[in-house]
């Protein structure tokens, strides 16, 4: 994974700790050195420095605006290289440019950094056309979500109360697993992390079978991960995990990523 950054360290932190609480039989993390004694002191566990991985997670706590040419440049061979990747935060603008199956994780606000490099909406307006869209009916949010995974060829999860799912060949669904509580900092990149856990799996498992994975079966897989994480994040608060359970407690993202084997506790596997 290449998450965090000198501004966002912290982003580098909760990736790893998502990707290891969702089962990672290992992490390997890449960025700057300043960051890695960081991570390593929460996880000391984790392989710093690049190399082989059966997954990657790109982009969470990196700015966009501020990523220089070299950092830009080790992201895009990410994205062109042989592993499917998570795309987070400031890694969006580049999915456009994608060889691998991918999954996007945006929030409404970071959509349109999706969706420009693809031709939809112009970036130099104040005005932002999409606004009004995912504002509107929850049927127009669903068909935003469809019609950007069909442009962008990967799945895209539109995160949020009800967090969208899609393929690009029309598959979706709606995640509905988690709690007003996770709207806390750090617990998307805590998403990511588990999302990258449970990628690399499904994709390990498909090489075992002689084969890779078709980008269809990201969707299903991200639903999953989304899943995993509202429960942690309803366990966490001291919620029932799958209905209820009351008003629930303030968490933080580290509270979640700790609920996260216990979130496995409750999947039904069919």
Excluded: N
């Amino acid at each position: 994974m290449h998450t965090g950054s000198r501004a966002y360290p912290g982003a580098a932190v909760l990736s790893a700790e998502g990707a290891w609480r969702a089962g990672s039989g290992m992490v390997r993390w890449d960025g700057p050195r300043e960051v890695a004694g960081l991570v390593l002191a929460r996880r000391p566990e984790t392989v710093v420095g690049a190399g082989r991985a059966d997954a990657h997670v790109i982009g969470s706590g990196i700015d966009a605006r501020a990523r220089d040419d070299a950092l830009t440049t080790r992201l895009q061979a990410v994205l062109r290289g042989g592993a499917p990747v998570v795309v987070d935060a400031g890694a969006l603008d580049l999915a456009a440019q994608a060889r691998v199956p991918l999954v996007v994780t945006p929030h409404d606000g970071e959509l349109r950094e999706v969706r420009i490099p693809l031709g939809f909406g112009i970036d130099d307006v104040d005005d932002d056309p999409l606004a009004p869209r995912l504002s509107g009916a929850f049927a127009e949010r669903v068909l935003v979500v469809r019609e950007t995974a069909v442009a962008l060829g990967g799945v895209v999860v539109l995160k949020g109360a009800a967090t969208i799912v899609a393929t690009p060949g029309g598959w979706w669904t709606t995640v509905r697993a988690g709690t007003p509580w996770l709207a806390t900092a750090g617990t998307g990149d805590v998403l990511a992390g588990a999302l990258g856990a449970v990628l690399a799996g499904a994709a390990a498992a498909a090489r075992v079978e002689g084969r890779e994975l078709d980008v269809e079966e990201l969707g299903p897989v991200a639903a999953t991960a989304v899943w995993l994480h509202g429960t942690a994040g309803r366990i966490a608060a001291g919620q029932a995990p799958l209905a209820g359970g009351g008003p629930g407690r303030p968490i933080t993202a580290l509270d979640v990523a700790e609920a996260l084997p216990d979130a496995f506790a409750h999947a039904r596997v069919p």
